[in-house]
């Protein structure tokens, strides 16, 4: 059993609550998972005992944390953590309460493909985020209008490899330990960028379906889905979200 710093413990605690909104759709201890895919190399399909193997030294069969007493104890050697479901959410609220401190309330930060705006733009009205197709970055498809809140995109197009003939994008769903179908892209819009960070990732995970159904279920979080099953990009959003 080691501990945990008291920092990255608190930070755990609230990464948890949130992946609780979507039940099973998020794990930062999938290390294993990515491992097997060997999604930060070049690419390559695991057999059915390797992925058995590495969905079992995931989530708590892999580690198992006590964030009341901030410790945690690894129960396998193939276990690792992974940060990148939350680091950008994390690093962006940072970020925001550091120019707060410094009297700066008025900004816009971008970390990869999540965004935060601090405030009114200098004409005094919301900031304009182009949400670009999953498929060409060049092309914007939605129009979303920003104050004090973060926009994170998830999808399967930013970040993926080749293997066995296939792309593999590097979003895994923990309950099956495979990649997730590049559909096409979600984005979450929530006041706390932690939140948002968390959110776009597990409801990639459920589906264009189930995630539009569980934005009109929490109407103070918006979701968009740029669904591109059909062969055309295809926007949706739920309740709490209305395009420009």
Sequence with gaps: T????????RTLREVGGFAEEVPGAFD??????????DLRGDGRVPSVVE????????????????LERCTVQRLSAAASFEPWGFVKGYTLRAARDSLLRHGVHSARLSFGEQV??????????????????????KEEVFTLWLANGSASTSSQS????????QTIGHILDPRTGTPVPGWGSLTV?????????????????LGPDSAVAWGNRHPDVG??????????????????????
Excluded: H
């Excluded at 930013?158 to 003939?165: E, L, P, T």
């Excluded at 059909?230 to 949706?236: E, K």
């Design 116 to 137: 935060l705006v601090l405030g009114p733009t200098r004409e005094g009205g919301p900031w304009r985020l182009a949400i670009p197709s999953p498929e060409d970055k």
């Design 223 to 244: 979701v968009l889905v740029l669904d591109r099953r059909d062969g055309a990009v295809r926007p949706r959003w739920s309740d709490g979200l209305r395009p420009a």
């Design 28 to 37: 930062p201890v999938i290390g294993a998972l990515v491992d097997a895919w």
């Design 189 to 205: 819009v929530a006041e706390d960028p932690l939140r948002a960070d968390v959110l776009s990732t597990a409801l990639f995970v």
């Design 158 to 165: 930013n970040r993926y490899v080749q293997a066995a003939g």
């Design 2 to 9: 080691s501990s945990i710093d008291a920092d990255l413990c």
């Design 51 to 66: 992925l058995e193997g590495a969905r079992r030294a995931a989530g708590n069969g892999g580690m198992q944390f006590d």
